[in-house]
Structure formats: C-alpha cells, structure tokens
Nanobody
C-alpha cells in the first residue's frame, strides 16, 4: 500500500484547508485510515481516525473543527480542517492500518497557520 498526502499550505488563523490521502496498492486489506501530526519539538499525535465501517474518533483539540472522511470509490481519505489555529501548525501524516494491524505511512504535508 502506498499513500500520497497532499493539501497542506499556509493559511491564516480561522481559515480552512482540506488534506487528501490517496491510496494505491493492495487496498482490499485496509481497515482504518488516520491522520497524525507532528509539530516541531513535539511527538507525533493522532488527529483523527476513521474505520472501514465509517466510525470516527478525534483528538480533543480538534473536535468540532476537523472532519475526517473517506471515499472508497476513489481510494482517498480526507481531513477537512476549519477554524484553524496557530497551534494546528504541524506536518500532517496519513496513516493506514490493514486487517493484520500492519501500518503504512504517507509522506507528510506541512500545514502552517499564521496568527
């Protein structure tokens, strides 16, 4: 499985961005898809996760502002980010886990929120 993340950029506080994670390869075994982020000097943290059944969970810091979704027909997952804050600045990584809990990672995409 190969993951390609895109959609990062520079945005002012209060603005919006949508990240995309396009998957290719052996997709039939993919279970959950998630977005993680890593800010400078901090550990990578889970932002949002969606299972194959469509169940979602979010970090408390993004609840109500971010929405994760997936389009199985397009083999793509999305992270809609609204009301962005400077503390959302980080490199965002797409992650997928197969039925055997083997993780796959995409390259990061940088999100910078200016105050």
């Amino acid at each position: 499985v190969q993951l390609q993340a895109s959609g990062g950029g520079l945005v002012q506080a209060g603005g919006s961005l949508r990240l995309s994670c396009a998957a290719s390869g052996s997709l039939f075994s993919i279970n959950a898809v998630a977005w993680y982020r890593q800010a400078p000097g901090k550990q990578r943290e889970l932002v949002a996760r969606i299972t194959s059944e469509g169940n979602t969970n979010y970090a408390d810091s993004v609840k109500g502002r971010f929405t994760i979704s997936r389009d199985n027909a397009k083999n793509t997952a999305y992270l809609q980010m609204n009301s962005l804050k400077p503390e959302d600045t980080a490199v965002y990584y797409c992650n997928a886990v197969n039925l055997y809990q083997v993780p796959y990672w995409g390259q990061g995409t940088l999100v910078t929120v200016s105050s």
